[in-house]
Every structure is written in C-alpha cells, then in structure tokens.
C-alpha cells in the first residue's frame, strides 16, 4: 500500500474544495494527524479514512484503489474509453485501446488491470475475428487472473460471465447461455453489496430474452418485470427501456396486442428521454404495426 499516494490526494481534493487542514479534520481528528496522512508518515485507520472520504464527497474505495494502483487516473481514463467503446459497439476503438495498452506495465504489472483488457480482447475476438473458441478462452483467462474461490465472484467476473452468456445466446446457444445466468444469479448473491446495479437489471433482460428464444414467453415476462421493478428501485434507467419492450414483445407473441402496445409506449418514454433516436424510431414502428392487427 502506497500510503503517500493516499496523503497525496487526500491533500490534493482537500484543496481543490478549499477546506483547510483543520477544517477537514473536524470531527475526525486532530490538524496534526491531518498533516501527517497528508506527507505519508502515517496511515489513518479504515474508520477515519471514511470520514475522511465522506467529507471530501468520494467513495473510500477510491483511496484504497490509489494505494493499490500507481497512476490510478489514468488506468480509470482507460476504463472509461472501454466502457464507452463497449456501450456503443465500437469493436474497431475497443482494439485499438487494448492494443495500445497491452504492454503498459501499469496493465501487465497488475492482474485486475491486465483482466479489463482480456475481458475486451475477448469480446472484439468473437465481433471483429469471429472467432468464439478464442475469445472463449481469453475470456476465462480473464477471470483466472483474480478469480480465488468459487465461494465469492467479484462484480468484474460476474460482468465477464455476461459476456460469454451473451456469446452463447448469440451462437444460438441458448441451453448454453442460460445456464450461464442461472450460474450468475447464484453469483450476485456471494456479493454482500452490489456497487453496479445495472448487473442485475441485465442478467434479468439477458434471461427473458433467452426464455424467448425458448418460446417460454411467461417466464421470460417475469424477469421483465423483476428487472422493471429493480431499476425503478434503484432510480436507474439503464436496459429500462429494453425491458419493457421485451415484455410488449412477449405480448406480442402472445397475441395480446393491447399489452404489446402498451408497454411498447413504455419503452418508448424511456428511449424518447435517452434521446434514443434509433429505438424510438424502431417502436413507434412497431406499434404501428400491431394497431393494425387489433
């Protein structure tokens, strides 16, 4: 642990609010012990570190992860431009950050940072390469790299679980690809506190549209509505869109076209506030065509 590292932010956004030493150490400590962790000559303890965080308005895991993680800023920038390449399906950039990273000692020196670059190595071997028994394994490599115990799956492992889920459901492989998720919910429950809650919002969008494939519309319709439920819990509208046109689309298959409409105008709200222009203009498409059928 880099405990300088930790003195050195801490300084660093005490001052970037313009709270003083003695200001932030109110109600947590002394000045004196303030001026200390800042220099690095001592280590607050766990307790004192979150009120720290607290005051400063960050999460406490972020000063752990810069005693862990030299450069910690740039390793999130690389994060960040994955996340963005992955949300739009920008496979050609997904590559092109992999490959400029890839021998990046602060990626190569350290396991969880080398797994975010197999993990996107993997998804652009099977999109651009085509190539699902490599990327396959690339991606249980991945887990490998921090994976200790069955006992406890980190939110890292499980996200990369999806991928390989999603892979199977895009090979068709739908027995395969469920039993995946089925393996994930069992997961998520080893994780006393999920920090992503889009995790369980697209486990359940991924079984449901499995459960289509498999002409089990029924029970696909209960994870939509599971995963509708949990995003309006956690005030997140990530697949909150998809969810509920899944369930229209269900109804749909059905043959009840009234619920299919109905949550089809759902779904297009959400996308309409997302500013989605391509799904809006999709849906309203659709219910287009199921008004006819009524």
């Not at 115990?149 to 027995?175: C, V």
């Not at 992503?196 to 509505?225: F, G």
């Not at 500013?275 to 999709?282: A, F, H, N």
Request: charged fraction near 25%; glycine fraction near 6%; proline fraction near 1%.
């Amino acid at each position: 642990m880099d405990f300088s590292a930790v003195g050195k932010k801490i300084r660093e956004l005490r001052r970037n609010i313009g709270l003083s030493q003695e200001e932030l150490s109110e109600g947590i400590c002394t000045q004196a012990q303030i001026s200390k962790i800042e220099k690095g000559d001592v280590y607050p303890y766990a307790s004192t570190l979150y009120l720290i965080s607290q005051k400063l308005g960050v999460d406490v895991n972020y000063f752990f992860d810069i005693g862990m993680t030299p450069r910690l800023d740039y390793v999130q920038e690389v994060k960040r431009q994955l996340f963005q390449a992955r949300r739009n399906f920008n496979y050609d950039e997904m590559r092109q950050v992999v490959e400029t990273e890839g021998q990046n000692p602060l990626f190569t020196q350290n396991n969880k940072n080398l797994q975010l670059l197999l993990w996107h190595k993997g998804i652009y071997q099977y999109e651009l390469e085509k190539d699902m028994d490599t990327a396959l394994e690339t991606l249980f490599s991945a887990i490998q790299l921090t994976h200790l115990s069955n006992k406890y799956w980190s939110e890292r492992e499980i996200e990369i679980m999806l991928t390989i889920g999603a892979i199977h459901f895009q090979e068709d492989q739908l027995d395969e690809a469920l039993e995946v998720y089925q393996n994930i919910q069992k997961y998520i429950r080893t994780i006393p506190y999920i920090t992503d809650y889009t995790i369980k919002s697209r486990l359940d969008y991924n079984i449901a549209r499995t459960l289509t494939r498999l002409h089990k519309y029924e029970e696909s319709n209960d994870y939509c509505v599971a995963g509708i439920n949990w995003c309006i819990q956690k005030d997140n509208l990530f697949v909150l869109g998809e969810l509920h046109y899944h369930l229209g689309y269900n109804y749909e298959l059905l043959g009840d076209y009234e619920k299919g409409i109905r949550y089809m105008e759902k779904a297009l709200i959400v996308f309409d506030l997302q500013q989605d222009e391509k799904y809006s203009t999709y849906i309203k498409e659709k219910i287009k065509q199921l008004e006819g059928k009524l």
